[in-house]
């Protein structure tokens, strides 16, 4: 596979995982801020695992971005659009 599809797919797929986890985050978050006045384990745990996707959501998403840079560095070097000294 070429170094242009693997940066698209990458970047695309990056960033939809951060809004994703930022999403399920917020979620969380208001979950937690409804909940009631005596401890209930069942309502803890709901707002604890969709924030913990969220966390990992994020983090996925953010390495799927940081490979789509390598690619896009792959591909402007293949190219010769990279500002690199090259050996002569």
């Given at each position: 596979m070429d170094y242009k599809k693997k940066w698209w797919?990458?970047?695309?797929?990056?960033v939809t995982l951060?809004?994703?986890g930022i999403n399920?985050?917020?979620?969380?978050?208001?979950?937690?801020s409804n909940s009631p006045a005596e401890f209930d384990l069942g309502?803890?745990?709901l707002w604890f695992w969709i924030g913990?996707?969220?966390?990992v959501s994020i983090?996925?998403?953010i390495s799927y971005?940081?490979?789509a840079v390598k690619q896009r560095?792959?591909?402007?070097?293949e190219n010769g659009e990279a500002p690199v000294n090259r050996p002569e």
């Open positions: 797919r990458h970047s695309v797929i990056g951060v809004g994703l399920f985050i917020g979620e969380a978050i208001i979950i937690k309502h803890a745990a913990l996707f969220g966390l983090n996925a998403g971005v940081g490979d560095i792959y591909m402007e070097m």
